[in-house]
């Protein structure tokens, strides 16, 4: 069963402290904001990723250099962040994108998402209009659960029957745990059965060699978006990760080349 491997090497332990959205009935959320001029930036990692990762930083440094706003963080379960993995689910995770953005982001904003995180990008996309005016998705996976469903094996089926859970082996060190909530969530927030309405610039950045997310799938998010300005970048045997030097300022030149214009 293909799953989404998304864990990065973590940066050396110099960062500063993270910062802290508490919410009432939630939660609550580590983060890392940098003010700075508009568009600001949001990070959305991907599942089972977080805030430390290599394309975070990058962009966190190239942010800097700018003097742009950025804001980066960890969903419930994940990361510095509160909560347990387990109780999370496409519409949890969701929501902690939906408080950060609307307590720790203001005007115009540009929203990158990796892999799970080109989902959340969607949604919020579809969600907040008004304020989020350009998207750039790296291995973005939308309705990455039916995918995942759909490869299950009985011996999986009958395990989350019985548990409501099954752990997966990882090659990139943790195991990955897929609940029944999960799967059922994902359902109800899937994108490509449908048209998703945004009319501002993306740009999807997606290897030829990712085992995840097949490359195909960037090609059908260009499909079904309304916005005309949609392009695609291949990248011949690029992996999931997309995490390489090469990868990080393909990143940055995108992102760059959106804020300038």
């Known amino acids: 069963m293909s799953v989404e491997q998304t864990a990065e090497p973590k940066a050396a332990p110099h960062a500063p402290r993270a910062r802290i959205l508490s919410r009432d009935n939630a939660p609550s959320i580590a983060y890392h904001a940098r003010a700075g001029k508009g568009p600001g930036v949001l990070f959305l990692t991907g599942f089972m990723s977080d805030m430390s990762g290599s394309k975070a930083l990058a962009l966190d440094e190239f942010c800097a ?23 999370a689910d496409i ?68 395990e989350i029957d019985a548990t409501g859970k099954v752990v997966v082996a990882s090659a990139y060190g943790s195991d990955y745990i897929f609940t029944r909530a999960l799967i059922s969530s994902g359902r109800f927030h899937r994108l490509l059965e449908d048209g998703i309405a945004f009319d501002g610039p993306v740009r999807l950045l997606q290897g030829t060699a990712d085992h995840a997310v097949p490359w195909e799938t960037a090609l059908r998010i260009q499909s079904v978006l309304t916005s005309k300005d949609v392009e695609v970048t291949l990248i011949k045997d690029g992996d999931h990760r997309l995490s390489e030097p090469a990868d990080l300022v393909r990143l940055t030149d995108t992102l760059a080349s959106l804020l300038d214009h």
């Open 91 to 158: 519409g949890t995770w969701f929501a902690d994108v939906l408080d950060v953005f609307d307590n720790l982001t203001t005007g115009p904003q540009i929203v990158v998402g990796s892999s799970m995180g080109g989902w959340m990008m969607l949604l919020l996309a579809r969600a907040r209009p008004d304020r989020v005016k350009a998207l750039v998705g790296i291995a973005a996976a939308p309705d990455f659960t039916e995918r995942l469903e759909a490869q299950m094996t009985p011996e999986h089926r009958a």
């Open 65 to 87: 250099a700018r003097g742009q706003a950025y804001v980066r963080f960890d969903y419930r379960g994940h990361g510095q962040s509160d909560g347990a993995f387990e109780d």
